[in-house]
């Protein structure tokens, strides 16, 4: 298997050996199947890719993966016949979660269905990611990314993750919230161990590390409904209309910001240094230019969430391929994000690629993550510190990836800051 970084031009006949599990993440491990997704986009759009329960918690035997973007487009997009909250939109689980136990995840923004979707994602929205609140925290953030890279070259060494790439999302998401900024490392650690289980680095139990974040929240939510302030969770859970989300609504969408606010645009930093350390072309142009269409192409290129799933509520016909209700998709982002049919030169890593209709904030529809924004903000605001403060930053090993079936995430990357 190769990284995102490999071309695969030359590419055998069928690279797909019957039966492989691409939700394995042994596989994953060893980096995104980028000759394997090219074969199956251009020969098996729609792959059906088995699982065992004991890999996946799922009984019916498998899967179907969607490879192309114009069908993980399609389903993304659709206004009904798919559920991302019928078996959640995740694509593996322990072996050993039961249907009860994966069914709580219906709780979570991404695994919920209109009408609630549409309440909770409204509330949130307006409540948190309005352009008018990204804005209002930008300075602050710039101040942040030239702080965190000044104390990484004081280092003169060390793992970029835990650096530079996990620290701004961090401290966004206790700006943007509230949270005491002391605590965002209680939320890196649980956000990690909920991501982990398939990685044996990592002594973890998921279910523990969602507890005490579910716990967190509820306490803020409770003490900010008692002495109302003047910020954002007060106006998520203490005013007296429909606009504001009930306690446990609160606690399981801080359990999401938690992860999704933080491990995804982290494993995109972290992507994106890799990918200018082996492009140094693209990195001159970067520190000299600064294109606007930087981060867009990091998103593209890392696609942290390899995919998500939907579940067919009817019979439905994907790509020619007959889907029975009740089966799920997988949207393949991480292939359909290469897709020669829509992206020029594909696997060139182009910081300059216009337009770039990227799926790695989601296929659009009702899903697409509502945090875009901010993600491209502080993506923008950390590579804009390290080319001014870190421009001679080189790499000293090929970064470690997490054991992961369906996240292309990094756990370790050694550089020297220069």
């Known amino acids: 298997m190769t990284d995102t970084v490999s071309n695969p031009t030359d590419v ?48 019916d035997g498998g899967i179907w993966l969607a490879t192309r973007w114009e069908d993980v487009k399609e389903i993304s997009s659709a206004r009904e016949g798919w559920s991302s909250e019928e078996n959640t939109a995740i694509v593996k689980f322990e072996g050993h979660l039961g249907k009860d136990e994966r069914d709580i995840q219906r709780n979570m923004l991404i695994n919920m269905d209109d009408p609630h979707h549409s309440k909770v994602r409204g509330i949130v929205a307006r409540g948190v990611f309005t352009p008018r609140g990204v804005a209002k925290i930008e300075d602050s953030l710039r101040e942040r990314a030239i702080r965190i890279v000044t104390e990484a070259k004081a280092k003169g060494q060390g793992n970029f993750v835990d650096d530079v ?55 803020i939510g409770e003490e900010r409904r008692a002495n109302p302030a003047d910020d954002i969770i007060t106006k998520l859970v203490a005013a007296s209309s429909d606009e504001t989300l009930s306690s446990e609504e609160f606690a399981w969408f801080i359990l999401v910001l938690a992860v999704a606010g933080n491990e995804t645009t982290r494993n995109a930093i972290s992507h994106g240094m890799h990918a200018f350390m082996q492009n140094p072309d693209q990195w001159e142009l970067y520190k000299a230019e600064r ?9 593209r290129w890392a696609t942290p969430v390899v995919m998500f799933q939907r579940t067919a509520l009817a019979d439905a016909v994907v790509g020619g391929q007959e889907i029975k209700a009740g089966q799920r998709v997988g949207l393949v982002y991480s292939s359909a994000n290469f897709d020669e049919t829509v992206f020029e030169d594909p696997h060139r890593f182009d910081i300059t690629r216009d337009p770039n209709p990227h799926v790695g904030f989601g296929g659009g529809g009702a899903h697409y993550c509502v945090g875009a924004n901010l993600a491209k903000v502080e993506i923008n605001l950390m590579f804009n510190a390290i080319a001014d403060h870190l421009p001679d930053i080189t790499q000293l090993a090929e970064p470690s990836r997490l054991r992961s079936g369906w996240l292309n995430a990094l756990k370790g990357y050694e550089v020297s800051y220069g």
């Open 291 to 299: 294109p606007a269409t930087t981060a867009d192409e990091i998103v």
């Open 12 to 59: 055998p006949r069928c690279p797909v050996a019957h039966g492989t599990d691409f939700t394995d993440p042994d596989l994953i491990q060893g980096g995104v199947p980028m000759p394997e997704f090219a074969w199956l986009r251009q020969n098996r759009p729609l792959y059906w890719n088995p699982q065992t329960k004991e890999d996946s918690s799922f009984e």
């Open 165 to 219: 790439a996990c620290e701004l999302p961090l401290q966004a998401l206790a700006d943007l919230m509230g949270f005491p900024q002391e605590d965002r490392r209680k939320i890196f650690d649980w956000s990690n161990q909920m991501m982990a289980y398939d990685d044996p680095d990592f002594d973890v139990d998921p279910a523990v590390a969602a507890a005490e974040i579910l716990g967190y929240a509820a306490t």
